[in-house]
Structure formats: structure tokens, C-alpha cells
């Protein structure tokens, strides 16, 4: 019997790209300034509190405490989509950039997956009408796994690649948190919009991805909502809401969720937490690579945060902090990562790779 020995896979490019429009915290204190004067009793102030602290929360709630005199919470600017831009123009223009920083043409990719969150298009996600607009004939597949999306398709495509059933597979991860947002609730004020893409391709053997462990973050269901609204005159939509116990839900299972999920992927990979040089988990809030790398006992120089620069980009957060490491250095040839990605109603997952020739895309 011929066997075929399964061939190493990873990231060939990586772009990154964020809309134009930037909003400051000033534009939500001169729009809604009744909003303001009574933050605390507002949901984002509910969710993000430390009452009623316990042994599950403790190093969360440690990590936040200083953050908890400012009423944005440690958010300071995000991108937002425009009332001239489009999310699917923006994701096709991402996409685009990183076949060419790959060295491909469209028609070398096989298969594209797209974790658009939300997507442009109510009831489907992205993935057709980007394959349209990139004049891809192959097949193009929608991946859901909320914030932990990104990780999700990366774990795919590699073993797709791996595997031997296609060469090339593009990867596009979007949030435009914008598009269900109802402004004058505070709990929108933490989010933004931003996009990320990466090409998987064969690499080079003991380079690429080594391993991955995923878990079901179901026990927060409880968590956030989607809700039908017309908020603005401008026709129902979806609209993010806090659900029943958010504080609870997200402060109790954080600790367990990252270690959890690393030290199992990091076991493996056949490593320590002492083999990884680079740590870059998805940041939703200002102080989760301090909680983060507290979390795991490492040094808080080992990680990357772009929440200052974006704020909560869901899953777009895993590739823009991939790309934020590569461009400061942190990510060099031979250098390994963890990757780790939590999701709420959703899947936490950790990745670890051993970084290889991965063309990182300049712009952003």
C-alpha cells in the first residue's frame, strides 16, 4: 500500500486593512451627552465590572481594575465602515493584497473560506459575493465561529492543504462590528471595524502550523444577543445587545479558557510554555494581553495588543495582531507562536506555529 506523508502548511502572506473613518471618544461625548453623565449605570459599565468578585474571576478582575475609573473602559479610537465605503469593496481589497504579496494570481488560489462577522449580507455570509467580485472560480466557503472565526479557518485551510486537496486556500476574516451597532448604547463603545486575509499554503517542513486545541465556549450563550431593531429610522437590522449575565459569563470562564486551550496546545505540539517566543492572543478589551500573559505566567513583553489602534475587532483581531508582531520583529523566521482566539456563543481555540517566509503586506 502507498502512503503519503501529510505535507507541512502555514501562512505564505499575510494583509491586513481597516476602514478610513476614525472615531475618538470625543465624538460619543458631544453626541450623546446625557449618555455619558450617567455612564456607570449604562451596560458597558455593567458588563466590565468588579462587584461580586470570586475565585474565578479574580486575575480577570485584577488585570481590569485599572481601567475601571474611565468610562470607555480603556478604548481610545476605532475604525468604523464609512457611510461611503463598503464592507465587501474593503474585504475584496484585502483579499486581493494578499494573493499579490503571496506572489499568486487569483487563479492559483483553490479555495477561499471567509469568517465574515457580521457579513454584508443578512441570512448568508460573504463568501459568494467575494468570489464574484474577485473573479475566483473556485469554490469560497463561510466559516462562523464569532471572534474565534479567523482560528477556525486557519486550522481548515492548513489541514486542507496539508492533506494534499488543494494547493492554495485564501483565507478572509472580517468584523464589522459597525454594521449592528445602536451608538447610543455603551456597549458599542469598545467596538470597531477592521479585516485581515492570509494565504495557506505547503511550507517547509517542521515550519507552519504544529498544533491546535479548540473548546466549546457554549456556557456563554448568556452572554450577548442579537436583536432585530430599527434604531435609527433606517429599517430593522441586527442589533448587538448584553444579554441576561454578561459580566458573569465572560469574567468567570476567561481564566480557564486560555489556559485551557494553550497548555493543551502547546502539549501538543510536543513543547513547554517556555519554547514559545511570541504570544498573540485576540485582544477585545484593553487589558486582555495583561490578563493574558498573567494568565499563562509569561512576560507581558511576549505579547502584542492592538486594542489603543482598533479596539474590539472580533475576529479580525488574530490576523491584525499576527501582522502588528511580524511588522514590529516579533515574528521572524523560525521564531514560534501561539495563537490564541476566544469567541463568545462560540469556541476558544490555541494554535501553535513555527513562523516561516511569510510576505507580510505593508499597507493597513
Known amino acids: 500500500m502507498i502512503t503519503t506523508m501529510p505535507l507541512a502548511a502555514g501562512l505564505r502572506s499575510l494583509a491586513v486593512g481597516a476602514p478610513g473613518t476614525v472615531r475618538t471618544n470625543e465624538w460619543f461625548r458631544e453626541r450623546y451627552p446625557e449618555v455619558y453623565a450617567e455612564f456607570e449605570q449604562k451596560s458597558l459599565a455593567q458588563v466590565f465590572h468588579t462587584r461580586d468578585s470570586n475565585p474565578d474571576s479574580a486575575l480577570?478582575?485584577?488585570?481590569?481594575?485599572?481601567y475601571l475609573g474611565d468610562p470607555f473602559r480603556g478604548t481610545r479610537e476605532r475604525r468604523v465602515l464609512g457611510s461611503d465605503e463598503s464592507q465587501l469593496e474593503l474585504e475584496r481589497d484585502v483579499a486581493a493584497r494578499a494573493v499579490r504579496a503571496a506572489g499568486l494570481a487569483i487563479d492559483d488560489i483553490d479555495l477561499m473560506l471567509v469568517a465574515s462577522f457580521p457579513s454584508a449580507k443578512v441570512g448568508v455570509g460573504d463568501a459568494a459575493y467575494l468570489a464574484r467580485d474577485l473573479e475566483l472560480g473556485r469554490p469560497a466557503w463561510n466559516v462562523e465561529s464569532t471572534c474565534s472565526g479567523g482560528l477556525a479557518c486557519l486550522q481548515m485551510a492548513c489541514s486542507l492543504v496539508s492533506t494534499g486537496q488543494y494547493r492554495n486556500v485564501l483565507v478572509l476574516v472580517s468584523c464589522i462590528y459597525s454594521r449592528a451597532c445602536d451608538w447610543s448604547d455603551t456597549l458599542t463603545w469598545f467596538l470597531g471595524d477592521g479585516v485581515g486575509a492570509f494565504v495557506v499554503s505547503a511550507t517547509e517542513p517542521g515550519h507552519g502550523l504544529l498544533a491546535v486545541h479548540a473548546i466549546s465556549t457554549a456556557e456563554t450563550c448568556s452572554a450577548f444577543q442579537y436583536r432585530i431593531e430599527d434604531?435609527?429610522?433606517s429599517g430593522h437590522r441586527p442589533i448587538l445587545r448584553s444579554g441576561t449575565s454578561s459580566n458573569r459569563a465572560l469574567r468567570d470562564t476567561s481564566?480557564?479558557?486560555v489556559r485551557d486551550a494553550c497548555?493543551?496546545?502547546?502539549?501538543?505540539?510536543?513543547m513547554e510554555i517556555g519554547d514559545v517566543d511570541v504570544f498573540i492572543c485576540n485582544t477585545p478589551l484593553a487589558w486582555y494581553a495583561d490578563f493574558?500573559?498573567?494568565a499563562l505566567g509569561v512576560g507581558r513583553e511576549r505579547t502584542i495588543s492592538t486594542y489603543d489602534r482598533y479596539a474590539n475587532i472580533g475576529p479580525a483581531l488574530m490576523p491584525v495582531n499576527m501582522h502588528a508582531a511580524a511588522t514590529k520583529g516579533l515574528l521572524a523566521r523560525g521564531?514560534?507562536?501561539l495563537v490564541f482566539t476566544v469567541g463568545t456563543v462560540s469556541t476558544a481555540g490555541a494554535a501553535v506555529?513555527?513562523?516561516g517566509d511569510v510576505a507580510v503586506d505593508p499597507a493597513t
Open 255 to 257: 481564566s480557564r479558557f
Open 263 to 270: 497548555l493543551e496546545a502547546v502539549r501538543k505540539a510536543g
Open 353 to 355: 506555529m513555527r513562523w
Open 292 to 294: 493574558f500573559a498573567q
Open 335 to 337: 521564531r514560534v507562536a
Open 231 to 233: 434604531v435609527d429610522g
Open 60 to 66: 480577570f478582575d485584577a488585570a481590569m481594575a485599572s
